[in-house]
């Protein structure tokens, strides 16, 4: 298998070569600016009515990038660059021929609605990364620093800079005062660097743009054009001091004779963000003591498979500057470095008899955290990462009023290291990373790892104007720990080295370190024409351990992929846009168990009229799972088919919608999946934006886990019939009074309930046949206890009861919600007035999903969370 897929690699990787040959180099345009003398200074009103505009010249001539890609653009845009010691000024004019139809929304910052104008600079020149200003017809301003050749766009990003627009009889104008202290460079008699303005202009939904790109280009910032003309200017060393004060009171409902459920709380907090720049290209991020108590609820989840559920990070410190820490080495969400680590939940409870009450903590408290990153001219992208968490007690206290605390999370230093370095004319590169997790561990923690270490090698080559790819990645990682933590490791749901019919693992009681290795290779065409291809092979040994400062789901596994695509970019009277794509792909344990098997269809097509359809299939003869028993047997699935359709409306209306159904089914009726989506959104007019996204989900499954028992010196594993069914809807609202001051709100109920029948155990797990796989109970062999409402089981109906089964139905509701208001009363000073409401329960199984709505949200009396956080940012 392996010299197979290997093979195939070399052939692709012969056959783009010799493809490439026919490539045609583009045409780079140039800007060239002049320096403004020192008396003069420009005022940001976005009039372009200053006469210091008169020392540089009108660029014009854009072009469409979408939908006519290479046509003269509609409406005409001309722009101007100039500079002095400290600022770049841009200004801009967006002529309409239809002034009064200028779309002008107001929003929070970093929403792009209406007409719009941007400047990408490169002023790394690594073609690779990007900083992105943007401001729109209503003066909304938005940045994003841009990375991976145009693949990712981080909007946490937010320099100070200063902005203004204006809609006149001609159409509209902004102009742009950007400090060089926000932009990186190295030092240089004349600076050059990557330039792109775009334009939205939207009521033709038309993108235009300076620097001619071709839809089929194979990235974003490596086509810009250049700007020149940057002389003599000092690179200017950041130094931000953002001192925050947050007032936070609680409110909830009492319990009688709890000392820590009173009804109310109050807490007030300090601490401290710091941004120190080191050189021009290096920043020294700090916080002290930091809050996040502005950042919006994680979603309603629930997962019955036992794997952790991944949640994006929120928090703007980890925020900031993520894709150079980014290493994501295989697919999916695993990744060496996954922030949501740092801070976690404690991972022990305190142990509580009858008559004692407890205060568990939430989360562990980061007392500290500094990161140093950035780029430097010469192509080094450096960040080190160092973050400490400290000890964390829950308090316990009994009835007579005796105290004590136990330890729940240790004091536990991460520490990331990363670093990629730029040749071959910023064509390629290679990088590495490192990790390391050191917790201070008492005798009661130590089913905790001591120690964690993690390291990778990372690579790609671009050839032929990056139209051609192959990358890669090695990655490592060594744990250490007592015995009963690393045997903790060994059985754990990523690992199950336990399985009864695994030959190439088994559990070591007696080891205290687990070293393990993955990786990635792929080869593929990114560019060029109108098709698109990739190959490749990833892995992760079964010892592979990442989930200290990472995100690692499942080990054990060897994973083929390949793809092929067709663009369809030239636009017809049907539709704008239009793409389609083959994938297939196949794994394998690294005992040679050949696990699965899949092909899939996908197609989008952007209709003229701005609608557009999304459509999928996929076939999977093959399901085998080597974690579906939780360390029993290998388990085999009936196969699947599945699909999806997806369509909505031109998202420009003031009224748009999204309509999705999703529908798989397996053979022999083993499982099945039915997903409705709705959403919703309504702009009744500019200063006001409501949100709706709705999906109700039915999940049945003949033989979803239950437990696993022991009969007669054998393990049983159950498993039974479930009816699950899912509800959840998120509600957003956003009302701007002006481009600094917003109100935003954010609510999501989300109930899923499940109630099984139908218990049998497994009899042949990889039986073909569904009935062969397992054994149903029979009426004889299974009744319901009367005191504890559990399932006994006399297998052997011989009238004595062989075990029992905990009742598995469960009902669980979640409600969050955040009312923000925000005003960003000077630039990078910000006051934050916050009521966030919650509740968590558990309602009745037996019920409908509307009634637990009514019973467990709606009349349930909620946790009440009122903050005011002011911030101020020095800037020295």
Known sequence: MLKYLVSCILFLYVTNTLIAQNEVAKVQREYVTAQLPVDKEIIIDGKLSDSEWDYVQWDDDFTVFEPYNGKKASQLTKFKITYDSKFLYVGIRCFDSIPSKIESRLARRDNFSGDWIEINIDSYNDNRTAFSFNVSAAGVKGDEFVSQNGDYWDSSWNPIWYTASL??????SAEMKIPFSQLKFGSADEQIWGLQVHRRYFRGEERSIWQPIGLDAPGWVSEFGKLKGLKNIQPQKQLEIQPFL?????????????????????????????????????TLDLTVNPDFGQVDADPGAIALDGFQIFFEERRPFFIENKNIFDFEFADGNDNIFYSRRIGRSPQSFATITSGEFVDEPTNSTILGAAKFSGKTKNGWSLGLLESVTGNMYADVEDVAGNKRSELVEPLTNYLV??????????NSFVGGIFTATNRNI?????????????GGLDFKHNWKNRNYYVEGNFVGSHITGSESAIALTQTSITHLFQRVDASHVSVDTNRTSLTGTGGKIEIGKAGGGNWR??????????????????????????????SVSRLFLKPTNLYRKANMQFSQYSTFDFEGNYNRVQYEFQGFINYKNNWWTEVGAAHKPRIFSNTVLRGGPRWRWSEENFAY??????????????LGYVNSQAAQNNFSLKRYVLRLSYQPFDAFNLSVSSEYEE????????????????????????????????IRFNYSLNPNLSIQYYGEPFISRGTYSGFNFINNPIAKKLEERVTMFSENQISKATSNDAYLIDENIDGTVDYQIENPD??????????????EYIPGSEIFLVWSQGVVGAGNPNETLGKNLNRQILDQQKDNTFLLKATYRFIL
């Not at 009171?249 to 720049?277: C, E, H, M, T």
């Not at 290291?417 to 910023?426: T, Y």
């Not at 040994?541 to 390949?562: C, H, M, W, Y």
């Open 417 to 426: 290291g990363r670093v990629q370095k730029d040749f071959n004319e910023r």
């Open 645 to 658: 359709l997806f369509f909505g409306s031109d998202s420009r209306k003031k009224i748009s919608f999204t």
């Open 699 to 730: 999940n049945p499954n003949k033989t979803q886990y239950v437990t696993e028992e022991n009969y007669s010196g054998t393990a049983r594993y159950i498993t039974g019939s479930i009816d699950q069914k899912t509800f959840s809807t998120s």
């Open 246 to 282: 947050v007032n936070q009171f609680d409110s909830y409902p009492a319990q009688n004779g709890n000392p820590y459920r009173d009804g109310k709380d109050y807490k007030l907090n300090v601490g401290l963000d710091a941004k120190i720049g080191l050189t021009n290209d290096l």
């Open 442 to 454: 008492p005798d009661n923690l130590d089913f905790l790892r001591r120690g964690a270490y993690t």
């Open 810 to 823: 469960f009902s669980y509701v979640q409600f969050r919600s955040n009312l923000v208001l925000r005003w």
């Open 167 to 172: 809609i006149d009889d001609k159409g509209w």
């Open 533 to 562: 291809y990739d190959g490749g092979v990833i892995w992760r040994s079964p010892e592979l351990e990442l989930n200290d400062v990472g995100f690692l789901r499942q080990a054990d596994e060897i994973k083929q992929t390949a």
